[in-house]
């Protein structure tokens, strides 16, 4: 190849604004993931992980809980825009393992109208675990419709749909490092 090496685009260049970046994120991790383990050390929790948006803060937490534990995943889909929860949720995979008797903790990675997670919880509740309680990385509260206690909180955002470290808009974008939130003309592409 001759001439000035063309760069492939990146994700990161439809990026208006970071909200959040990779050292807040890595600092509110290691301070939740110590709260949990001084929490849960001895009692063989069953951290459960929503796909695909809570893969990276799941993977990054878990290594700061260094405590005997298991995984599992369920993955739902809310029928809707790509940038608006309808309330209709609807279970894509379910746990691999009974919960009963168990100890729960949910991992998301953003509470927004909160009727995906009421659905989990419920969802959960019925399967008789010891206890479910919940770690979420971000809290958008003005969205809010559905009430939802949340154990352990990362960080409150104001009503801006945001990207990255797992969340997608139209399943891009998971795999930036940092939150943010893209700039307006991405959305009016085709
Ligand atoms: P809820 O049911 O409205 O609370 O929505 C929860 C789900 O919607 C999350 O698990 C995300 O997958 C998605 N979501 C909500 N807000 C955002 C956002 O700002 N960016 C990307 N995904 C979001
Ligand atoms: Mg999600």
Partial sequence: ??????????????????????????????????????????????????????????????????????LDFIEVSSYGSSTESSGVVRILKDLAQPIEGRRV???????????TLRYVMDHLQQQKPESVRLVALLDKPARRI??????????????????GYGLDYAERYRNLPFIGVLKPEVYNRA
């Fill in 1 to 70: 190849m001759t001439g000035a090496a063309v760069r492939a685009p990146s994700p990161a260049d439809d990026i208006a604004e970071v909200l959040v970046d990779a050292d807040a994120i890595r600092a509110k991790v290691a301070e939740l993931g110590a709260r949990i383990a001084a929490d849960y050390g001895g009692k063989d929790p069953v951290l459960v992980s929503l796909l695909k948006g809570a893969l990276p803060f799941l993977a990054d937490l878990m290594r700061q809980v260094p405590i005997r534990l298991s």
């Fill in 146 to 163: 559905v009430p939802i206690g949340i154990d352990y909180k990362g960080f409150e955002i104001p009503d801006r749909f945001v990207v």
């Fill in 105 to 115: 903790l949910v991992v998301e990675d953003i509470i927004d109208t909160g009727f």
